[in-house]
């Protein structure tokens, strides 16, 4: 199972790439990875997740300029998920497969939302499309998901609404926080889907409240994908039954 960790850090090392070069409307293919300070090209041997990093103690080998813990933590995160997810799917490795496209593309959404306040819209049509093969391999009617996503994005968007108008500000959510929460109520259902923007919410809150001194929006969409993680890993780790399916 230790190989679908290493492999989890190696899809991480990846989704660094994309984190860094889609807001930039850039290619994820070319050039090949290279120092953002120094522009110096990085050679394979030094671009081994998790551990080249802490060979270089976080820093450039070139410029010695500081490498953002970002790297690293995406890389563990990632393979975390695959160790688990692969771990708990060992006969069925189809599903382990999907829910990791899924997880690697809320990572995706998460580091970019948190610095850049931005879903961007492929993500959501590559989950939304995750759908399909969900309500097949997890035996999903398709109604339920249906509901699940009306439900959701519904109280969340109306919630948004009433708050904009009674604060008079129209940027209480992005609209790729709404689009989100379809995927959302689709995958967990309505009660786990309100459960999860519930833990959003605190999540956000929080967020604020460390934040308060530099006024800081909420990157709600990171919040939402935190929120999801929580209670899908709290049935695959622990098999705690909430309202899931």
């Given at each position: 199972?230790?190989?679908?960790?290493?492999?989890?850090?190696?899809?991480?090392?990846?989704l660094?790439v994309?984190?860094?070069?889609?807001p930039?409307?850039?290619?994820?293919v070319t050039?090949?990875?290279?120092?953002?300070?120094?522009k110096?090209?990085?050679?394979?041997?030094?671009?081994?997740?998790?551990?080249?990093?802490?060979?270089?103690r976080?820093?450039?080998?070139?410029?010695?300029?500081k490498?953002?813990?970002?790297?690293?933590?995406?890389?563990?995160?990632?393979g975390?998920?695959?160790?688990?997810?692969?771990?708990?799917?060992?006969?069925n490795p189809?599903?382990?497969l999907?829910?990791?496209?899924?997880?690697?593309?809320?990572i995706?959404?998460?580091?970019?939302?948190?610095?850049?306040f931005?879903?961007?819209?492929?993500?959501i049509?590559?989950?939304l499309?995750t759908l399909?093969?969900?309500?097949l391999?997890?035996?999903?009617?398709?109604?339920?998901?249906?509901?699940?996503?009306?439900?959701?994005t519904?109280?969340?968007?109306?919630?948004a609404?009433?708050?904009?108008?009674?604060?008079?500000?129209k940027?209480?959510?992005?609209?790729?926080?709404i689009l989100?929460?379809?995927f959302?109520?689709?995958?967990?259902?309505i009660?786990?889907?309100?459960?999860?923007?519930?833990?959003?919410?605190?999540?956000?809150?929080?967020y604020?409240?460390?934040?308060a001194?530099?006024?800081?929006?909420?990157?709600?969409?990171?919040?939402?994908?935190?929120?999801?993680?929580?209670?899908?890993?709290?049935e695959?780790?622990?098999?705690?039954?909430?309202?899931?399916?």
């Amino acid at each position: 199972m230790i190989l679908f960790f290493i492999l989890g850090t190696f899809i991480g090392s990846f989704l660094n790439v994309i984190i860094i070069r889609l807001p930039k409307n850039k290619s994820i293919v070319t050039p090949r990875s290279h120092c953002p300070n120094c522009k110096e090209k990085i050679p394979f041997y030094l671009n081994i997740p998790i551990i080249s990093y802490t060979l270089l103690r976080g820093k450039c080998k070139y410029c010695k300029n500081k490498i953002s813990s970002q790297y690293i933590l995406v890389e563990v995160i990632t393979g975390v998920i695959f160790y688990l997810l692969f771990l708990h799917f060992p006969d069925n490795p189809e599903k382990a497969l999907l829910l990791s496209l899924i997880f690697c593309c809320l990572i995706i959404i998460s580091v970019i939302d948190f610095y850049h306040f931005l879903v961007p819209s492929l993500l959501i049509l590559i989950l939304l499309i995750t759908l399909i093969p969900y309500s097949l391999l997890f035996h999903i009617n398709l109604t339920n998901i249906l509901w699940g996503a009306i439900a959701i994005t519904s109280y969340l968007g109306g919630s948004a609404y009433l708050i904009s108008i009674i604060k008079k500000n129209k940027e209480i959510l992005g609209f790729g926080d709404i689009l989100l929460s379809i995927f959302i109520g689709a995958y967990l259902g309505i009660l786990d889907g309100l459960l999860c923007l519930f833990i959003a919410s605190i999540i956000g809150l929080l967020y604020a409240l460390f934040n308060a001194s530099n006024n800081r929006k909420i990157p709600f969409a990171t919040c939402l994908s935190i929120s999801f993680s929580i209670i899908v890993f709290s049935e695959i780790c622990f098999n705690l039954k909430l309202f899931l399916f």
